[in-house]
């Protein structure tokens, strides 16, 4: 580490990271990420809140040390290294309830023309590119706040990404006229998430899958990952 700080780079996307009212990070990666440094000995380390565009190339520009989870993908291999898995999440789409029974998953959206909103560079725009979705119907955002503020406002008729953060969402901002779709496992079956380390950082994170290997399933986790809303068989 040549004497630099520790830098974790993370997102506003409940239940996994988000910042406090005082700045300081929360959430189940964040409560795992402190812990995981805890059993190597490190007890402080920099927080540092971005959009997801930034994550990966804050990574190899050198930034911040690690980010929060990803799901682990050979282009992103290609960037950064990862971390032993901590999750394995289902995508789920955020729709107006009155359109739940149309808006089924991503071929279905493809199917009824209308447009889906991802936030950009993250895996659900492939996938909805594969269903069929015309380019032309995917509107791009930075952020999960700007992503449900489409749908919301009518921008965009469904919002796709891991069914997890759709339901933070909305535990912490309850909102009626909103709801969560399971996007079939026949269009997306659950995948692999890990944190991503600065191909510099090699040792650090090999220290860190160790620590995270004592940690993840055991009890202080599973209890963690329930506080969170996380149902058993995703971590």
Do not use: N
């Amino acid at each position: 580490m040549s004497g630099r700080p520790i830098v974790f780079a993370y997102l506003d996307e409940p239940p996994f990271c988000w910042p406090a009212s005082g700045g300081t990070a929360q959430g189940c990666d964040v409560e795992l990420v402190t812990a995981a440094f805890r059993t190597l000995g490190i007890t402080t380390f920099e927080q540092q809140l971005t959009t997801f565009a930034e994550l990966l190339p804050g990574l190899a520009s050198g930034r911040w040390t690690v980010t929060t989870p990803h799901f682990v993908t050979t282009e992103r291999r290609r960037l950064v290294d990862f971390s032993r898995p901590v999750w394995a999440l289902a995508d789920g789409l955020l729709v107006r309830s009155a359109d739940r029974g149309l808006l089924t998953g991503y071929h279905a959206v493809a199917v009824a023309g209308v447009r889906l909103v991802v936030v950009g560079g993250q895996v659900q725009e492939q996938a909805g590119l594969a269903a069929g979705i015309a380019p032309e119907r995917l509107i791009r955002v930075a952020t999960q706040e700007e992503a449900v503020a489409a749908v919301r406002t009518g921008q965009a008729d469904a919002y796709a990404s891991v069914a997890m953060a759709h339901r933070g969402y909305l535990a912490r901002q309850p909102d009626a006229d909103l709801t969560v779709v399971a996007v079939p496992t026949s269009e997306s079956t659950p995948a692999a998430g890990a944190f991503a380390f600065g191909k510099q950082h090699a040792t650090l994170r090999e220290r860190f899958s160790a620590a995270l290997e004592r940690l993840v399933g055991g009890d202080w986790h599973r209890a963690m990952m329930t506080r969170h809303g996380f149902p058993a068989g995703e971590y």
